[in-house]
């Protein structure tokens, strides 16, 4: 007997952190190993991403997944069933194969992801390690450093404020463990800010507060830097500030002008550019992300050359973790960093190959969470087995983020002396990239 040749598949619908289902797959062993993935879904999506298969009929807003469900027990299952689980590459391919099309929209990715997921996690168990050491072997250990919410806007709060994420970075702090409970004091400071200025404090998708009564974007710069002063710590030193600004949210193609509702303001590319660089100037900004829309690479490419060689500008919608995007981006010379969203490309293969290229041509990997989460971990294994070095899950707040900040905690005691975490000299990689 093969004790890790797949003997069982069940799937089921089940619900993230919006209260809209999602697909859950489980796969068992001939050995009695047992492997789970629960699938993300997103909220803004890059219109470059795979499909996530929904039902479109009248239960449950029509994002129910039944069809997606039958799909695994009924298509994937039966391709699967007696073949060897640590094959995670011929699992993969035979998965997409069988879809037959270009973005898995038959099948649907949400499908073919759980599966994926759930291969990979039943193959370490069956192989007594944790999963970042069953993918990224003996020289996976590097802890990311966490990019983490405090504010949530744009489509992850009704669009309340146009910029989506108003984030930080513990870049000056020795462990992910400090670097966390740094967060969480701004976190707190930031919470304390908003009942002082008369906020009220409300949640977001992704767990950071919902910006009520918000006059400009650029207030949300200045309270989250007070707040950072406020938890003792120095912007810029001790923490950076992060934006997603996803600028694809608000782009009109058609006239070409970025429409800032909130301020009643219409920028050309140009100005957007312009408005970005002033920020960066003005506040202790480290990351941008999406900071031009993905149907705009001359903004792009502009923000990346003006700003390349100072700070991480980051690709999300722009690069949906699709290597033929990146490779585009990488001979414009638009952005420096990628994010990487299993769901946006739809295998465990696929994310690796596209980690691994992001690596390979001197860009920066982010592995992301979506805001559509459960209470699946497996980001982080995938940010320590590729030594990717950084990880965006969203806040503090709420479980299906903190699980995920919880499991780094646990895996960089694992790792003990032999794990590595880069705070902020990761970024130094940054100057020598464009």
């Not at 463990?177 to 304390?192: C, H, T």
């Not at 938890?231 to 810029?236: H, M, N, S």
């Not at 600004?245 to 006239?255: K, L, M, N």
């Not at 060689?309 to 981006?329: N, S, Y």
Request: include cysteine; glycine fraction near 10%.
């Amino acid at each position: 007997m093969n004790p890790f040749e797949i003997s069982a598949i069940e799937a089921r619908q089940v619900f993230d952190s919006r209260a809209n289902p999602t697909v859950e797959v489980d796969i068992r062993l001939a050995g009695g190993a047992f492997g789970r993935g629960t699938v993300p879904s997103g909220a803004s999506t890059g219109a470059y991403e795979v499909l996530e298969l929904r039902d479109g009929e009248k239960e449950l807003g029509g994002k129910s997944v039944r069809k997606a469900v039958s799909h695994v027990e009924n298509e994937l299952a039966p391709l699967l069933l007696g073949m060897d689980a640590r094959d995670q590459a011929l699992i993969d391919q035979k998965m997409i194969e069988l879809d037959g099309t270009e973005n898995k929209s038959r099948l649907g990715a949400n499908a073919i992801l759980g599966c994926s997921m759930a291969a990979a996690h039943a193959a370490a168990a069956a192989s007594g390690e944790p999963l970042f050491r069953y993918l990224g072997g003996a020289n996976a250990r590097t802890i990311p450093l966490p990019m983490i919410q405090i504010i949530g806007g744009g489509a992850h709060a009704l669009h309340s404020i146009d910029i989506q994420d108003f984030l930080i970075i513990p870049i000056g702090l020795p462990t992910f463990e400090e670097g966390f409970a740094a967060v969480v004091n701004v976190y707190n400071a930031a919470k304390k800010l908003f009942i002082r200025t008369g906020r009220p404090v409300s949640i977001a998708d992704e767990g950071g507060f919902w910006p009520s009564n918000f006059k400009t974007n650029e207030e949300g710069l200045s309270l989250l830097t007070e707040a950072i002063a406020e938890a003792g710590y120095t912007p810029g030193k001790e923490i950076g500030i992060a934006l997603d600004i996803a600028a694809s949210e608000f782009y009109d193609r058609e006239t070409g002008l970025y429409e800032l509702k909130l301020e009643n303001r219409k920028l050309t590319t140009s100005e957007m550019v312009d408005m970005v660089c002033d920020w960066v100037d003005r506040y202790a900004i480290v990351s941008i992300e999406d900071g031009c829309s993905e149907f705009d690479w001359e903004g792009s490419v502009e923000l990346t050359r003006r700003l390349g060689k100072r700070i991480q500008i980051i690709g999300d919608d722009l690069f949906t973790t699709r290597i033929d995007r990146i490779r585009t981006g990488i001979e414009k010379g638009a952005c420096n960093s990628v994010l990487i969203k299993m769901n946006q490309i739809g295998t465990i293969t696929e994310t690796l190959d596209a980690i691994e290229y992001t690596k390979n041509h001197g860009y920066l990997p982010v592995i992301s969470a979506r805001s559509g989460e459960t209470e699946d971990a497996t980001i982080v294994h995938l940010a320590i087995a590729t030594n990717a070095g950084q990880l965006k899950v969203g806040s503090v707040a709420r479980t299906e983020r903190t699980v995920k900040w919880n499991e780094a905690i646990r895996m960089e005691q694992l790792l003990g002396k032999s794990g590595i975490y880069p705070a902020g000299s990761i970024f130094d990689r940054i100057k020598t990239t464009l």
